[in-house]
């Protein structure tokens, strides 16, 4: 039975190289299915599912949060004079439709050594754990001149559940976003509606995942309309409303500092009521370790 399985891949890789090219500039890598060995890696924000190739490079799944997963090729073949890289579902050997299908196309840089792709990969993966493989090309504008890699699903299963229950457990915002949220406030709102409650649940996601933040700073704001002493009033409401919402979400209130500075600080033009708009707001701030050292050095 085994032979007569790596004689039907053995008639398979020919057939995939007749298929894309019969130019004899044309090469294949075709992966032995004794040889696969994905591997998982991953922490608390970031989750990776690779496929080391000799002779070739790095195939790997790679997700963070807020991010679509992605698929990343390294390899010293993504040079010149290759322009053009293709990622294919290819159909296993034994399939009665072997014609490979493509997923995603994108132009090389030509000194990366490294192309991505984010279009249809979850499509791709749940295609690998039914048995589909994954195939990549690297092409130039003269057509017969092409490197085909295909790589089997085989040796995954364990691998592939860990990345997805890795994924599973991503925050959903990334610091990039929860270093600076700000929250608009319509007139004569007072606590946060149900679409900021959202962003506040994601938010603290984070917050929990991120062991290296230190505060997070809520501070309150309010237009110029009003008193004085009505307006800090006002920016203080929204402000614990938004703290409350945090520690409903798991935040601990030792990690906060709340503020409200009425209308002393806007960011625009309170003659406006696009102005008004804008300065009444909550922000966000979370400050991480790293930050709290930097200001202090500053």
Known sequence: MTLIKYTIIFIYSIFISLFFSMSSVAKELFLPMDLVSWEYKGDKFSCSLSQTISQFGAITFVAKPKQPLGIQVQSYHVKPPYERAILSQVQSPWALNTAPITVDEVDLDKKSGQVSF????????????????????????????????????????????????????????AYQDARDVVLQFKLGQRVVSSSQKQILADLASYLKHDKNVKRVLIDGHTDNVGSNVANLQISKIRADDVASILRENGVRSSLMEIRSHGSRYPVANNNTQDGKAKNRRVTIRAIRKEDAVKRKGS
């Open 118 to 173: 984010y279009t249809d990969i979850e499509l791709l993966l749940e295609a690998m754990a039914q048995g589909n493989w994954l195939g990549v090309r690297l092409s130039s504008s003269n057509q017969n001149n092409t490197f085909d890699v295909t790589v089997p699903s085989v040796n995954m299963t364990q691998a592939m559940a860990d990345f997805n229950l890795c994924r599973a457990k991503l925050p959903a915002m």
